[in-house]
């Protein structure tokens, strides 16, 4: 069974730093991209970023380089998401999710596994 | 990067009623979206992909359509545990890949 594990809720202070972690179990981790997904508090879906972690080829959402890394450790099937300097409006829940491949050779499709979500909440 | 519009933003809607979400891309995304349903306090769920493909064990009442830069999710009869917030991504190409508003259906 597929199933991604994600690490648990997160108090910070602003200007603290943070990673949080999605275990991949169940299937090749090293085979598909895992993406990040935000939502902030009664907000949509925000795309922020993918990485492969076979060989850790990363891509942003622009809205996002620059303010978070994604990263992944594939000994251990797990992939992070971390700030260097946290901020108010990072409060968000943070999704990782698997993405599928699509029919096209290289091609990838939606999401179609997701982690149960970290909250994440900053505040002095 | 490509935009992603929905309408309506939400609509309330009865047990047994059709419904129709629209999805619009700023460009042709040649059929690369992914529709999803979310309910509160859940990730999201993998409803359709490839714009009417039915993931495995999704429930049949739901179907995608569209081409170019306009696409639709159609509920063929409303059921209780489908009022949610609604949700199309774009996978064209090169990322980002980008989610539309959502769209939260509601009982009437």
């Known amino acids: 069974e597929v199933q991604l594990v994600q690490s648990g809720a997160e108090v910070k202070k602003p200007g603290e730093s943070l990673k949080i972690s999605c275990k991949g179990s169940?299937?090749?981790?090293?085979?598909?991209?895992i993406g990040w997904v935000r939502q902030m508090p009664g907000k949509g879906l925000e795309w922020m970023g993918i990485?492969?972690?076979?060989?850790?080829?990363?891509r942003y959402s622009p809205s996002f380089q620059g303010q978070v890394t994604i990263s992944a450790d594939k000994s251990i099937s797990t992939a992070y998401l971390q700030w260097s300097s946290l901020k108010a409006s990072d409060t968000a829940m943070y999704y990782c999710?698997?993405?599928?491949?699509?029919?096209?050779?290289?091609?990838?499709?939606?999401?179609?596994?997701w982690g149960q979500g970290t909250l994440v909440t900053v505040s002095s | 990067d490509i935009q992603m519009t929905q309408s309506p933003s939400s609509l309330s809607a009865s047990v047994g009623d059709r419904v129709t979400i629209t999805c619009r891309a700023s460009?042709?995304?040649?059929?690369?979206l992914a529709w999803y349903q979310q309910k509160p306090g859940k990730a999201p769920k993998l409803l359709l992909y490839a714009a009417s493909r039915l993931e495995s064990g999704v429930p049949s009442r739901f179907s995608g359509s569209g081409s170019g830069t306009d696409y639709t999710l159609t509920i063929s009869s409303l059921q209780p545990e489908d009022f949610a917030t609604y949700y199309c991504?774009?996978?064209?190409?090169?990322?980002?890949?980008?989610f539309g508003p959502g769209t939260k259906v509601d009982i009437k």
């Open positions: 460009q042709g995304i040649s059929n690369s």
């Open positions: 169940g299937y090749s981790f090293t085979s598909y991209w």
């Open positions: 990485i492969y972690p076979g060989d850790s080829d990363t």
């Open positions: 991504q774009q996978y064209y190409s090169t990322p980002p890949f980008t």
């Open positions: 999710a698997r993405h599928m491949w699509g029919p096209d050779y290289g091609k990838l499709s939606g999401f179609d596994y």
